[in-house]
């Protein structure tokens, strides 16, 4: 069973977040991948199918 196509919302979502090359396309990983960064403050940079950098981390907790 394949998994569903993503909404255009979810899509336009993950690209706020998550660096995503020409030639890769945007996936349910990417969308958790977002929901993450966008969470932490930060952002991801896709380079391959499944393999992510992190392009930004959120600064530490003085706390």
Known sequence: MSEPELTPEEAAFAR????IPPGLSVDRQDVARARLAEAAGGRYRKVGPGMYEIATK???DDN
Do not use: I
């Open 58 to 60: 959120a600064a530490p």
């Open 16 to 19: 706020q977040y998550v660096d």
